[in-house]
Protein backbone atom coordinates (compact mmCIF):
# COMPACT_ATOMS: atom_id res chain seq x y z
CA UNK A 1 0.00 0.00 0.00
CA UNK A 2 3.01 2.25 0.79
CA UNK A 3 4.77 1.90 -2.29
CA UNK A 4 1.77 2.46 -4.04
CA UNK A 5 0.69 5.77 -2.62
CA UNK A 6 4.82 6.59 -3.20
CA UNK A 7 4.59 6.21 -6.96
CA UNK A 8 0.66 7.84 -6.73
CA UNK A 9 2.78 10.90 -4.98
CA UNK A 10 5.03 10.91 -7.04
CA UNK A 11 2.97 10.43 -10.48
CA UNK A 12 1.71 13.40 -9.13
CA UNK A 13 4.32 15.53 -8.33
CA UNK A 14 5.57 15.22 -12.12
CA UNK A 15 2.15 16.82 -13.29
CA UNK A 16 2.83 19.76 -10.92
CA UNK A 17 5.82 20.28 -13.12
CA UNK A 18 4.40 20.31 -16.52
CA UNK A 19 5.05 23.21 -18.75
CA UNK A 20 2.03 25.75 -18.34
CA UNK A 21 3.68 27.56 -21.06
CA UNK A 22 2.77 25.17 -24.03
CA UNK A 23 -1.01 24.88 -24.50
CA UNK A 24 -1.26 21.18 -25.37
CA UNK A 25 0.05 20.58 -21.83
CA UNK A 26 -2.07 23.36 -20.37
CA UNK A 27 -5.44 21.58 -19.33
CA UNK A 28 -3.45 18.64 -17.70
CA UNK A 29 -1.24 20.37 -15.64
CA UNK A 30 -4.42 22.38 -14.04
CA UNK A 31 -5.72 18.78 -13.79
CA UNK A 32 -2.08 17.86 -11.57
CA UNK A 33 -2.32 20.76 -9.61
CA UNK A 34 -6.33 19.53 -8.42
CA UNK A 35 -5.10 16.20 -7.74
CA UNK A 36 -1.99 16.80 -6.16
CA UNK A 37 -3.06 18.32 -2.75
CA UNK A 38 -5.69 14.97 -3.20
CA UNK A 39 -2.56 12.76 -3.16
CA UNK A 40 -1.22 14.12 -0.36
CA UNK A 41 -4.23 14.37 1.53
CA UNK A 42 -4.58 10.60 0.91
CA UNK A 43 -0.86 10.22 2.11
CA UNK A 44 -0.71 12.35 5.22
CA UNK A 45 -4.81 11.19 6.49
CA UNK A 46 -2.98 7.50 7.28
CA UNK A 47 -0.34 6.94 10.05
CA UNK A 48 3.28 6.47 8.41
CA UNK A 49 6.24 5.29 10.04
CA UNK A 50 9.58 6.63 8.81
CA UNK A 51 10.60 3.70 7.28
CA UNK A 52 7.33 4.23 4.76
CA UNK A 53 8.39 8.17 4.23
CA UNK A 54 11.81 6.36 3.43
CA UNK A 55 10.47 5.04 0.58
CA UNK A 56 10.17 8.58 -1.05
CA UNK A 57 13.71 8.53 -2.13
CA UNK A 58 12.86 8.18 -5.66
CA UNK A 59 10.99 11.54 -5.75
CA UNK A 60 14.16 13.99 -6.63
CA UNK A 61 15.08 16.54 -8.52
CA UNK A 62 14.39 16.02 -11.93
CA UNK A 63 10.60 17.25 -10.64
CA UNK A 64 11.68 19.48 -8.08
CA UNK A 65 9.76 17.42 -5.63
CA UNK A 66 12.00 18.57 -2.85
CA UNK A 67 11.12 21.97 -2.61
CA UNK A 68 7.54 20.76 -3.12
CA UNK A 69 7.98 18.65 -0.23
CA UNK A 70 9.75 20.80 1.88
CA UNK A 71 6.96 23.35 1.38
CA UNK A 72 4.14 21.23 3.00
CA UNK A 73 6.76 20.07 6.45
CA UNK A 74 7.69 23.28 6.83
CA UNK A 75 4.51 25.21 4.98
CA UNK A 76 5.09 28.94 4.51
CA UNK A 77 2.25 31.40 3.90
CA UNK A 78 3.29 32.03 0.16
CA UNK A 79 2.51 28.55 -1.04
CA UNK A 80 -1.10 28.76 0.76
CA UNK A 81 -2.64 29.19 -2.73
CA UNK A 82 -1.03 26.41 -4.30
CA UNK A 83 -1.88 23.84 -1.85
CA UNK A 84 -5.14 22.75 -0.78
CA UNK A 85 -5.46 23.62 3.41
CA UNK A 86 -6.40 20.24 4.45
CA UNK A 87 -2.86 19.37 3.92
CA UNK A 88 -1.41 21.32 5.84
CA UNK A 89 -3.72 20.30 8.93
CA UNK A 90 -2.59 16.66 8.45
CA UNK A 91 0.70 17.54 8.15
CA UNK A 92 1.25 19.72 11.22
CA UNK A 93 2.59 16.26 13.30
CA UNK A 94 5.62 15.79 10.46
CA UNK A 95 6.27 19.14 10.84
CA UNK A 96 6.52 18.90 14.90
CA UNK A 97 8.79 15.43 14.38
CA UNK A 98 10.93 17.96 12.33
CA UNK A 99 11.55 20.14 15.04
CA UNK A 100 12.14 17.59 17.51
CA UNK A 101 14.83 16.19 15.17
CA UNK A 102 12.82 13.05 13.32
CA UNK A 103 14.42 12.59 10.14
CA UNK A 104 11.35 12.82 8.06
CA UNK A 105 12.61 15.68 5.74
CA UNK A 106 16.12 13.88 5.55
CA UNK A 107 14.56 10.71 4.48
CA UNK A 108 13.08 12.52 1.64
CA UNK A 109 15.90 13.98 0.05
CA UNK A 110 18.74 11.79 1.24
CA UNK A 111 19.46 11.48 -2.93
CA UNK A 112 18.12 14.90 -3.71
CA UNK A 113 19.53 17.99 -3.23
CA UNK A 114 19.77 19.65 0.34
CA UNK A 115 16.41 21.21 1.09
CA UNK A 116 16.07 24.65 1.76
CA UNK A 117 13.43 25.64 4.27
CA UNK A 118 10.71 28.04 2.79
CA UNK A 119 11.40 31.41 5.58
CA UNK A 120 12.21 34.74 5.07
CA UNK A 121 15.79 33.91 7.02
CA UNK A 122 16.56 31.60 4.13
CA UNK A 123 17.73 28.84 6.11
CA UNK A 124 18.56 25.42 5.18
CA UNK A 125 17.24 22.52 7.01
CA UNK A 126 21.08 22.48 9.02
CA UNK A 127 20.21 25.80 9.69
CA UNK A 128 16.90 24.99 12.07
CA UNK A 129 18.54 21.71 13.37
CA UNK A 130 21.67 23.45 14.68
CA UNK A 131 19.73 26.97 15.97
CA UNK A 132 17.25 24.64 17.98
CA UNK A 133 20.07 22.29 19.19
CA UNK A 134 19.14 19.01 17.16
CA UNK A 135 22.72 17.56 17.47
CA UNK A 136 21.30 14.03 16.13
CA UNK A 137 19.48 15.66 13.33
CA UNK A 138 22.02 18.15 12.50
CA UNK A 139 24.60 14.70 12.29
CA UNK A 140 22.37 12.88 10.36
CA UNK A 141 22.31 16.39 8.02
CA UNK A 142 26.13 16.14 8.08
CA UNK A 143 26.47 12.95 7.42
CA UNK A 144 24.53 13.35 4.23
CA UNK A 145 26.32 16.02 2.44
CA UNK A 146 24.59 19.14 4.17
CA UNK A 147 26.88 22.51 3.10
CA UNK A 148 28.36 23.46 6.60
CA UNK A 149 28.79 26.48 5.39
CA UNK A 150 25.28 27.46 3.88
CA UNK A 151 24.35 31.22 4.31
CA UNK A 152 20.91 32.46 5.28
CA UNK A 153 19.60 36.39 4.19
CA UNK A 154 22.12 37.64 7.00
CA UNK A 155 24.75 35.92 5.59
CA UNK A 156 24.54 33.46 9.23
CA UNK A 157 25.82 29.89 9.08
CA UNK A 158 24.64 27.27 11.28
CA UNK A 159 27.98 27.87 13.59
CA UNK A 160 26.34 31.26 14.17
CA UNK A 161 22.87 30.39 15.53
CA UNK A 162 24.21 27.22 17.16
CA UNK A 163 26.28 29.52 19.11
CA UNK A 164 24.05 32.58 19.55
CA UNK A 165 21.82 30.07 21.09
CA UNK A 166 24.58 28.26 23.27
CA UNK A 167 24.04 25.06 21.64
CA UNK A 168 27.06 23.81 23.13
CA UNK A 169 26.25 20.14 21.37
CA UNK A 170 25.70 20.85 18.01
CA UNK A 171 28.38 23.80 18.32
CA UNK A 172 31.06 20.42 19.16
CA UNK A 173 29.68 18.78 16.22
CA UNK A 174 30.16 21.29 13.79
CA UNK A 175 33.37 22.02 14.82
CA UNK A 176 34.43 18.35 14.43
CA UNK A 177 33.46 18.83 10.94
CA UNK A 178 35.69 21.47 10.30
CA UNK A 179 32.98 24.43 10.20
CA UNK A 180 34.55 27.55 9.62
CA UNK A 181 35.17 29.49 12.83
CA UNK A 182 35.99 32.55 11.21
CA UNK A 183 33.46 32.93 8.90
CA UNK A 184 31.28 36.11 9.33
CA UNK A 185 27.84 37.31 9.06
CA UNK A 186 26.99 39.75 6.40
CA UNK A 187 25.22 42.44 8.35
CA UNK A 188 27.24 42.70 11.46
CA UNK A 189 30.38 40.88 10.08
CA UNK A 190 30.44 39.09 13.36
CA UNK A 191 31.97 35.77 14.07
CA UNK A 192 30.04 32.78 16.31
CA UNK A 193 32.46 33.86 19.05
CA UNK A 194 30.85 37.60 18.94
CA UNK A 195 26.98 35.84 18.79
CA UNK A 196 28.30 33.92 22.10
CA UNK A 197 29.42 36.78 23.73
CA UNK A 198 26.81 39.07 22.80
CA UNK A 199 24.48 36.74 24.51
CA UNK A 200 26.18 35.54 27.28
CA UNK A 201 26.66 31.77 25.80
CA UNK A 202 29.65 30.97 28.66
CA UNK A 203 30.30 26.51 27.60
CA UNK A 204 30.15 27.87 23.89
CA UNK A 205 32.72 30.57 24.10
CA UNK A 206 34.98 28.13 25.70
CA UNK A 207 34.27 25.71 22.97
CA UNK A 208 35.26 27.68 20.33
CA UNK A 209 38.35 29.11 22.45
CA UNK A 210 39.45 26.12 22.53
CA UNK A 211 39.54 25.82 19.20
CA UNK A 212 40.92 28.20 18.41
CA UNK A 213 41.87 30.99 20.68
CA UNK A 214 43.26 33.01 18.24
CA UNK A 215 39.60 34.29 17.46
CA UNK A 216 39.17 36.04 20.68
CA UNK A 217 40.72 39.19 18.61
CA UNK A 218 38.67 39.12 15.46
CA UNK A 219 36.93 42.29 14.89
CA UNK A 220 33.25 43.25 13.91
CA UNK A 221 32.42 45.86 11.29
CA UNK A 222 32.29 48.07 14.10
CA UNK A 223 35.74 46.90 15.23
CA UNK A 224 34.44 45.34 18.52
CA UNK A 225 35.95 42.07 19.57
CA UNK A 226 33.33 39.40 21.89
CA UNK A 227 35.05 41.17 25.06
CA UNK A 228 32.98 44.60 23.52
CA UNK A 229 29.72 42.74 23.49
CA UNK A 230 29.63 40.62 26.43
CA UNK A 231 30.92 43.64 28.90
CA UNK A 232 28.42 45.98 26.44
CA UNK A 233 25.37 42.94 27.21
CA UNK A 234 26.17 42.75 30.88
CA UNK A 235 27.33 39.13 30.84
CA UNK A 236 29.80 38.61 33.45
CA UNK A 237 31.32 35.33 33.38
CA UNK A 238 31.70 35.42 29.11
CA UNK A 239 33.31 38.96 30.35
CA UNK A 240 35.62 37.52 32.99
CA UNK A 241 36.37 34.09 30.44
CA UNK A 242 37.40 36.17 28.04
CA UNK A 243 39.85 37.98 29.93
CA UNK A 244 41.27 34.39 31.19
CA UNK A 245 41.74 33.94 27.86
CA UNK A 246 43.52 36.74 26.83
CA UNK A 247 41.09 39.04 25.44
CA UNK A 248 42.75 43.18 25.32
CA UNK A 249 40.97 44.81 27.66
CA UNK A 250 41.73 48.09 26.26
CA UNK A 251 41.12 47.43 22.91
CA UNK A 252 38.79 50.03 21.14
CA UNK A 253 36.40 49.35 18.96
CA UNK A 254 35.80 51.52 15.98
CA UNK A 255 34.11 55.10 17.87
CA UNK A 256 37.13 54.12 20.15
CA UNK A 257 35.44 52.76 23.35
CA UNK A 258 36.93 49.84 25.55
CA UNK A 259 34.66 47.16 26.92
CA UNK A 260 35.00 49.75 30.07
CA UNK A 261 33.58 51.91 28.06
CA UNK A 262 30.56 50.37 27.08
CA UNK A 263 29.66 48.50 30.89
CA UNK A 264 29.82 52.27 32.10
CA UNK A 265 27.48 53.42 29.48
CA UNK A 266 24.86 50.93 29.87
CA UNK A 267 25.09 50.74 33.89
CA UNK A 268 26.23 47.21 34.34
CA UNK A 269 28.02 47.78 37.40
CA UNK A 270 29.18 43.97 38.31
CA UNK A 271 31.09 43.84 35.09
CA UNK A 272 32.45 47.37 35.09
CA UNK A 273 33.78 46.37 38.82
CA UNK A 274 35.65 43.63 37.55
CA UNK A 275 37.28 45.51 34.43
CA UNK A 276 38.35 48.17 36.44
CA UNK A 277 39.83 45.10 39.09
CA UNK A 278 41.53 43.95 36.24
CA UNK A 279 43.11 47.56 35.43
CA UNK A 280 41.36 48.39 32.92
CA UNK A 281 42.81 51.88 31.77
CA UNK A 282 40.27 54.43 33.21
CA UNK A 283 41.64 57.54 31.58
CA UNK A 284 41.09 56.17 28.38
CA UNK A 285 38.39 58.58 26.05
CA UNK A 286 36.86 57.59 22.96
CA UNK A 287 36.60 59.49 19.63
CA UNK A 288 34.01 61.71 21.16
CA UNK A 289 36.63 62.69 23.99
CA UNK A 290 34.78 60.79 26.26
CA UNK A 291 35.82 59.04 29.43
CA UNK A 292 34.58 56.17 31.66
CA UNK A 293 32.95 58.42 33.91
CA UNK A 294 31.60 60.51 31.26
CA UNK A 295 30.02 57.58 29.07
CA UNK A 296 27.89 56.45 32.46
CA UNK A 297 26.59 60.52 32.94
CA UNK A 298 25.03 60.19 29.19
CA UNK A 299 22.08 57.94 27.89
CA UNK A 300 22.21 55.07 25.36
CA UNK A 301 18.99 54.10 24.98
CA UNK A 302 15.79 55.66 27.42
CA UNK A 303 15.39 52.32 29.09
CA UNK A 304 18.91 52.36 30.56
CA UNK A 305 18.40 55.33 31.99
CA UNK A 306 14.90 55.27 33.14
CA UNK A 307 17.34 52.57 35.98
CA UNK A 308 18.88 55.87 37.56
CA UNK A 309 19.95 53.02 40.36
CA UNK A 310 22.36 51.27 37.70
CA UNK A 311 23.65 54.15 36.77
CA UNK A 312 24.37 55.89 39.88
CA UNK A 313 26.17 52.53 41.29
CA UNK A 314 28.13 52.64 38.75
CA UNK A 315 29.22 56.28 38.51
CA UNK A 316 29.46 56.13 42.47
CA UNK A 317 32.21 52.95 41.63
CA UNK A 318 34.21 54.98 39.33
CA UNK A 319 34.54 57.58 41.69
CA UNK A 320 35.92 55.83 44.31
CA UNK A 321 38.62 55.25 41.68
CA UNK A 322 39.94 58.78 41.86
CA UNK A 323 38.84 59.26 38.18
CA UNK A 324 39.01 62.93 36.90
CA UNK A 325 35.12 63.96 36.99
CA UNK A 326 36.10 67.62 35.83
CA UNK A 327 37.36 66.49 32.33
CA UNK A 328 34.97 67.77 29.40
CA UNK A 329 34.78 66.04 26.05
CA UNK A 330 35.50 67.40 22.70
CA UNK A 331 32.48 69.63 23.22
CA UNK A 332 33.76 71.03 26.97
CA UNK A 333 30.42 69.01 28.01
CA UNK A 334 31.80 67.88 31.74
CA UNK A 335 30.04 64.39 33.47
CA UNK A 336 27.68 66.99 35.17
CA UNK A 337 26.54 68.80 32.15
CA UNK A 338 25.91 65.62 30.46
CA UNK A 339 23.45 64.41 33.19
CA UNK A 340 21.94 67.43 33.88
CA UNK A 341 20.79 67.34 30.23
CA UNK A 342 19.84 64.21 30.41
CA UNK A 343 17.80 64.75 33.88
CA UNK A 344 19.75 62.40 36.06
CA UNK A 345 18.87 63.76 39.54
CA UNK A 346 20.50 61.16 41.36
CA UNK A 347 23.96 61.45 39.37
CA UNK A 348 23.75 64.95 39.38
CA UNK A 349 23.45 64.80 43.30
CA UNK A 350 26.37 62.25 43.50
CA UNK A 351 28.61 64.61 41.43
CA UNK A 352 27.23 67.72 43.28
CA UNK A 353 28.29 65.94 46.67
CA UNK A 354 31.81 65.41 46.19
CA UNK A 355 32.49 68.93 46.04
CA UNK A 356 35.21 68.44 42.89
CA UNK A 357 32.41 69.71 40.59
CA UNK A 358 32.11 73.24 38.76
CA UNK A 359 28.09 73.93 39.24
CA UNK A 360 28.61 76.54 36.87
CA UNK A 361 31.18 75.12 33.96
CA UNK A 362 30.77 76.43 30.61
CA UNK A 363 31.39 74.63 27.36
CA UNK A 364 32.64 75.44 24.45
CA UNK A 365 29.08 77.26 23.46
CA UNK A 366 29.38 78.76 27.26
CA UNK A 367 26.02 76.63 28.31
CA UNK A 368 25.90 75.93 31.74
CA UNK A 369 24.46 72.21 33.64
CA UNK A 370 22.01 74.77 34.03
CA UNK A 371 20.77 75.80 30.83
CA UNK A 372 20.70 72.25 29.23
CA UNK A 373 18.44 71.04 32.14
CA UNK A 374 16.32 73.77 31.77
CA UNK A 375 15.65 73.36 28.33
CA UNK A 376 14.90 69.84 28.47
CA UNK A 377 12.66 70.12 30.92
CA UNK A 378 14.22 68.52 33.85
CA UNK A 379 12.82 70.79 36.65
CA UNK A 380 14.29 68.42 39.73
CA UNK A 381 18.11 68.84 38.11
CA UNK A 382 17.14 72.66 37.94
CA UNK A 383 16.03 72.92 41.53
CA UNK A 384 19.44 70.98 42.62
CA UNK A 385 21.70 73.00 40.89
CA UNK A 386 19.65 76.30 42.16
CA UNK A 387 20.22 75.03 45.64
CA UNK A 388 23.93 74.94 45.74
CA UNK A 389 23.89 78.43 45.39
CA UNK A 390 26.89 78.58 43.30
CA UNK A 391 25.20 78.72 39.72
CA UNK A 392 24.33 82.35 37.64
CA UNK A 393 20.86 81.51 37.04
CA UNK A 394 20.34 84.47 34.71
CA UNK A 395 24.33 83.54 32.61
CA UNK A 396 23.97 83.64 28.69
CA UNK A 397 25.18 81.64 26.55
CA UNK A 398 27.37 82.51 23.00
CA UNK A 399 23.72 82.51 21.54
CA UNK A 400 23.10 84.97 24.12
CA UNK A 401 20.45 82.90 25.60
CA UNK A 402 19.66 82.50 29.20
CA UNK A 403 18.20 79.05 31.01
CA UNK A 404 14.46 80.67 30.86
CA UNK A 405 14.70 81.45 27.57
CA UNK A 406 15.26 77.88 27.05
CA UNK A 407 12.64 76.80 29.57
CA UNK A 408 10.09 79.06 27.71
CA UNK A 409 10.78 78.01 24.16
CA UNK A 410 10.20 74.68 25.27
CA UNK A 411 6.99 75.61 27.22
CA UNK A 412 7.83 73.51 30.62
CA UNK A 413 5.83 76.05 32.50
CA UNK A 414 7.14 74.53 35.74
CA UNK A 415 10.55 75.03 34.62
CA UNK A 416 9.36 78.75 33.85
CA UNK A 417 8.05 78.87 36.56
CA UNK A 418 10.75 77.62 39.30
CA UNK A 419 13.37 79.70 37.31
CA UNK A 420 11.23 83.20 37.82
CA UNK A 421 11.13 82.56 41.94
CA UNK A 422 14.44 82.86 41.91
CA UNK A 423 14.18 86.31 39.97
CA UNK A 424 15.52 85.00 36.91
CA UNK A 425 15.24 87.95 33.67
CA UNK A 426 13.69 86.46 30.92
Known amino acids: MAENLSISLHRHLCLLQLDTKEKKRKKKSQAGRRQAPQAFSTLFSKELSLGTVAGWRHVESPHNAPSFLTSLVHPSRSKLRHINIDVFITCSSLASCCKEGESVQLAAFQRGPEPTMNNKLKWTALHEAAANGVDEKTRRLLENGARIEAKDKSGRTALHWAA ?17 IRSKDTIFEKTALHWAAKNGKEEVINELLKKETGIIST ?41 LHWAARNG ?46 VAEFLLKKDIDITVGDKDGQTPLS ?43 VVKLLLDTGKVEADSRDGEGRTPLSYAAQSRDKEVVKLLQSWNVPP
Open 268 to 313: HEDVARLLLDREADTTVTDRNEDTVLQQAARSWKDIFWEMDIGNQA
Open 164 to 180: KNGQKKVVQLLLEYEAN
Open 219 to 259: EDKYQATALHDAAENGHKTSTELLLNQGADIDAKDKEGRTA
Open 338 to 380: RAAENGHEVVVKLLLDTGKVEADSMDQRDRTPLSYAAQNGHKE
